[in-house]
C-alpha cells in the first residue's frame, strides 16, 4: 500500500517530548536552543516553536534536560549503554545481539527508532515485565547494515516509493521523483539510502540501477545479487589487466619451480564443471609408501597484491553459485583457462605433497610451487563407477583385473570408454586410504554433515522441468579427505612454529548450549534423544541422530536444525580450532580460484617458506573479517536462488496435490516442505477455517479449540499451491488435510 508523505506542521510536532528528547540523546555531548531543535524538524513557524520552548520548561522542570548555559540543553543521561546489531523480524519487533548480554535483547516495534535489519545500534535496556528478561530501546544508530535495497517502484505525479522485497523492511522508501533514473512504474530497481530524518515517516533515496520488469528470469536473478550488494559483471579495467597477463608456461619460471609433470595427476570434479582448482597425483615409491600430491591452482602467481584484479577479487572474497550460473570471483581467462587444471595441459600449481603408508598416516610432508601436467579428467560418476565396479582392490602387480568400463550414460564426453588402469588404481588406492582418514576423523569427535542438495534440471531459458537430489558419495569423499588433509597440514605447518606467525584459520567454535537444547527440544517430538553431557557425547550423539534420521521423511528438516545448531565457520587468525572437523589446525588452501582467502593463505605461506618475517595481524584480520562477511552474503544469494526456483518450478503445479512435513509452527501459521522436491511454503492460520487453531508452543502444534485436531512440526500433510510470489520469493500453501484422513 502507498504511503502519503506528512508535509503540515502539526503532524511534525506530535509526540514533541519524546521527539525531542531524541534529539538531545542522540548528541549527548552537545547542547541545543529551541532554533537548533526547531531546525532540526524542519518547522520554523511560531507556534511550532512556541511549542517546543514549552515542552523544553517541562522537561527541565522534570529534569530529563539540564541548561547547560542560558536557553541551551542536554539531555540527562544516568543510564548505561550498549552497543550491538539489530536482528528484525517480519513483524517489526526485533533483538539485538551484543556481546555485554547472555541472551539477545528484544526491541519492541515502538523502540526500534529508525534503525534497520543488521544495522549496528547504541541502546539501552530495562527489565522487562514478563519473566524478568531484558528489553531496550536504541538511542541511536552508529553504522548503517546496508545503503541500497531492492524493490517495485510505484510512481505518482510528482513523486515514487519504493517497496523493498525484503520481508525484514518495515518503510517503502520515499524518492523525489527528479531521482527516479527514467524508471517506470512497477520496474525492479535497486534504490539507495540517502537519509532518514528524525521527523520523517519514510526513508528518502534514489534510484541508481533499474533491473528490469517482475517475474523476468535475469530481473529476479540480478534482483538477488544487487540485495546483497554482490556484483554480476566485472569492471572494464579488470577484465583489460586480466586479458594482458602472460598466462604461457615458461622454463624461466618452471626452474623456480618442483617438476611434478610426470608424476600421474588427474582430476575429479562435477560432471559441469568448468574451474578445475585441485588436482590429486599419485605414485608407488620404492620404499613401499605412497607419495600423493594435492595440487592446487597457482593464482597468487597471477594475482599481484595491489593490482586491480586483485583489488576485485578481495572485494568479491568469493564466487557466487547461484542455481543457473556461477559468478566468479575472477574473470574467466583466470578461472577457467589459466588456473584451471584442465587435462592435458601444463600448470602452474602450489601443492602439498605426502608420502603415506597403508594405514594413511603422513609420514613426510613437503610444501611449495610446482608445474603439474594433468593426464585425465574425472566426473564424480566416473570415478565411482570404478569404485563400486571393483570392490576388491587388487595388489599393485595386478591392475590388469581392474574393471575400467565407463558407461556412456556416465561418461563426460557421452560415449563409452576403458578408463587408464594405473589412474584407476590410483582411485581405488586413495579411496581406501580415504576412507581410513574419515574413520580417525570420526573417533576424534567430528561432525558428519552429509545434507542432501536440491538440485534443478534447467531448460535452455533456465526455466525448471524437474528436481533432483545430490547426496556426497565415496568418490565425493575421496576428494574431500585429501582437500582436509591438505588444508589441516599446511595449518599445522604455519601454526606449530615459534615464534608464532600470522596466518589465516578456518575456525568453527563449539555449538551454544542453548541452541542444542532447543534442537534437542524438536527432535524428540521425533523419538529422538540426544546426550550433552560433555564434547564427545555431543559429537558422538549429533552423528546417531544424523545416521539415524537418513531416508526419513523429516531428514532434511533434521539435517538443517542440526547445521543451524552449530557455530558458524569463519576465518580469523586467531585460531581456535575447528570443532565440526575436530581438528586443532585448519585453514583454507584448496579453493584459490573461488576463495580469497585461499590466495592469502598461498601468499602468507610462500612468504614464511622464503623465511620472511610475520606479516601484520591487523591488516590480516581485517580481511578475513571481509572474508567471512561476503561468504554470509554469498550463502544468503546462494538460497534466495534456490527459493526463487523452488517457487517458480511450483507455479506450473498448482492444480496438484503434494504430501509434505510441516517444517515449522508459529501462531501466524505452518511451513511444509514437500517431500518429493523439498519446495517449502506456508499455510495461513487464517485459512485454515474448519477451526479456531491456537498455537502450542511446547508442541510446537496448532490445535483446533473446538475439534482438537493439531498439526505438530514433523507430522505429514498434503497441500496444493495457493500463490507463488517471485519478486517475494513467497509460497503460499492450501491445507487439504493429513494422508491418513484424507484416505479414510
Known amino acids: 500500500m502507498t504511503k502519503k508523505r506528512r508535509k503540515g506542521s502539526s503532524n511534525k510536532i506530535s509526540n514533541l517530548t519524546n521527539t525531542i528528547l531524541s534529539i538531545l540523546k542522540k548528541d549527548r555531548n552537545q547542547s541545543y536552543n529551541y532554533k537548533q531543535i526547531a531546525a532540526k524538524l524542519e518547522v520554523n513557524d511560531a507556534s511550532s516553536r512556541n511549542q517546543i520552548i514549552k515542552k523544553l520548561q517541562q522537561l527541565l522542570a522534570k529534569k530529563e534536560i539540564v541548561e547547560t548555559e542560558r536557553g541551551k540543553f542536554q539531555a540527562v543521561v544516568n543510564t548505561e549503554y550498549h552497543t550491538g546489531i539489530l536482528d528484525l523480524s517480519a513483524r517489526g519487533s526485533g533483538y539485538i545481539i551484543c556481546e555485554d ?16 535489519d543488521g544495522d549496528t545500534v547504541e541502546f539501552y535496556t530495562y527489565k522487562r515485565r514478563k519473566q524478568g528478561k531484558f528489553e531496550g530501546e536504541i538511542t541511536n544508530i552508529i553504522k548503517r547494515a546496508k545503503n541500497e535495497y531492492v524493490g517495485v517502484i510505484q510512481i505518482h505525479s510528482n513523486y515514487a516509493f519504493v517497496v523493498v522485497n525484503s520481508s525484514k523492511m518495515y518503510k517503502d522508501i520515499f524518492v523525489p521523483i527528479n531521482k527516479t533514473n527514467k524508471a517506470e512504474d512497477g520496474d525492479v530497481v535497486l534504490v539507495s539510502l540517502e537519509s532518514w530524518e528524525q521527523n520523517e515517516d519514510s526513508p528518502k533515496g534514489s534510484v541508481i540501477k533499474i533491473l528490469g520488469k517482475p517475474g523476468d528470469h535475469n530481473t529476479e536473478i540480478h534482483a538477488i545479487l544487487a540485495e546483497y550488494g554482490l556484483p554480476y559483471e566485472f569492471p572494464a579495467e579488470v577484465e583489460a589487466y586480466a586479458n594482458t597477463l602472460d598466462t604461457s608456461i615458461t622454463e624461466a619460471e618452471i626452474a623456480k ?56 577479487a578481495y572485494e568479491r572474497a568469493t564466487s557466487v553459485y547461484l542455481v543457473d550460473r556461477v559468478v566468479p570471483m575472477l574473470p574467466e581467462v583466470l578461472s577457467n583457462n589459466a588456473c584451471s587444471l584442465r587435462p592435458h595441459e601444463e600448470k602452474y600449481t602450489f601443492s602439498a605433497v605426502f608420502q603415506m603408508d597403508q594405514n594413511a598416516e603422513v609420514k613426510q610432508q613437503w610444501f611449495g610451487r610446482t608445474v603439474t601436467y594433468s593426464d585425465a579428467r574425472f566426473s564424480y560418476e566416473e570415478a565411482q563407477n570404478i569404485i563400486e565396479n571393483n570392490p576388491n582392490i587388487p595388489d599393485a602387480s595386478d591392475i590388469a583385473s581392474i574393471d575400467t568400463f565407463i558407461p556412456d550414460n556416465i561418461a563426460i564426453e557421452g560415449n563409452e570408454y576403458h578408463a587408464d588402469k594405473k589412474v584407476a588404481y590410483a582411485i581405488l588406492k586413495m579411496d581406501e586410504m580415504a576412507k581410513s582418514m574419515r574413520s580417525k576423523r570420526m573417533k576424534d569427535g567430528a561432525i558428519s554433515f552429509d545434507k542432501v542438495e536440491v538440485k534443478f534440471d534447467l531448460d535452455e531459458q533456465a526455466n525448471p522441468i524437474g528436481v533432483f537430489f545430490k547426496s556426497s558419495k565415496d568418490a565425493n569423499k575421496l576428494i574431500e579427505e585429501f582437500m582436509l588433509l591438505a588444508n589441516r597440514k599446511v595449518a599445522e605447518f604455519i601454526g606449530k612454529q615459534s615464534p608464532k606467525k600470522t596466518f589465516v584459520y578456518r575456525v568453527h567454535d563449539e555449538p551454544d548450549e542453548s541452541k542444542l ?63 565440526g572437523l575436530a581438528f586443532d589446525y585448519y585453514t583454507h588452501f584448496t579453493s584459490p580460484i573461488r576463495r580469497y582467502p585461499d590466495v592469502m593463505v598461498h601468499r602468507l605461506l610462500q612468504r614464511y617458506l622464503d623465511g620472511e618475517n610475520s606479516a601484520s595481524e591487523v591488516i590480516y584480520e581485517e580481511k578475513c573479517n571481509h572474508s567471512s562477511n561476503m561468504e554470509n552474503l554469498s550463502t544468503k544469494a546462494e538460497r534466495d536462488s534456490i527459493k526463487y526456483m523452488q517457487i517458480k518450478f511450483m507455479e506450473n503445479h498448482k492444480n496438484e496435490e503434494f504430501v509434505g512435513v510441516i517444517s515449522g509452527v508459529t501462531d501466524w501459521g505452518i511451513y511444509v516442505e514437500i517431500i518429493s522436491n523439498k519446495c517449502e511454503g506456508m499455510v495461513s492460520v487464517r485459512d485454515m477455517d474448519n477451526d479456531h487453531y491456537e498455537f502450542n508452543q511446547e508442541d510446537y502444534a496448532l490445535i483446533g479449540r473446538k475439534t482438537g485436531i493439531s498439526y505438530q512440526l514433523g507430522e505429514e500433510v498434503v497441500v496444493k499451491v495457493k500463490n507463488t510470489d517471485l519478486v517475494k520469493k513467497h509460497l503460499d500453501f492450501t491445507l487439504i488435510g493429513k494422508p491418513e484422513i484424507i484416505q479414510l
Not at 267 to 284: L, N, R
Open 101 to 116: 548480554f547472555d541472551e539477545d535483547v528484544f526491541i519492541a516495534s515502538n523502540n526500534i527508532n529508525k534503525a534497520l
Open 257 to 312: 619451480r618442483r617438476d611434478m609433470r610426470n608424476a600421474l595427476t588427474f582430476t575429479i570434479d562435477p560432471k559441469d564443471a568448468k574451474d578445475f582448482d585441485d588436482a590429486i597425483s599419485f605414485e608407488i615409491l620404492d620404499s613401499g609408501l605412497y607419495e600423493v600430491g594435492i595440487h592446487i591452482a597457482d593464482v597468487s602467481h597471477y594475482v599481484q597484491e595491489g593490482s586491480v584484479l586483485d583489488d576485485e
Open 517 to 579: 537444547a532447543a534442537l534437542q527440544g524438536v527432535v524428540s517430538k521425533f523419538g529422538y534423544k540426544l546426550n550433552f553431557k560433555d564434547r564427545n557425547s555431543i559429537a558422538n550423539s549429533l552423528n546417531g541422530l544424523l545416521r539415524d534420521v537418513q531416508g526419513k521423511r523429516e531428514q532434511n528438516l533434521v539435517d538443517t536444525l542440526t547445521i543451524r545448531s552449530m557455530s558458524k565457520a569463519e576465518y580469523t587468525t586467531h585460531n581456535i580450532g575447528h570443532y
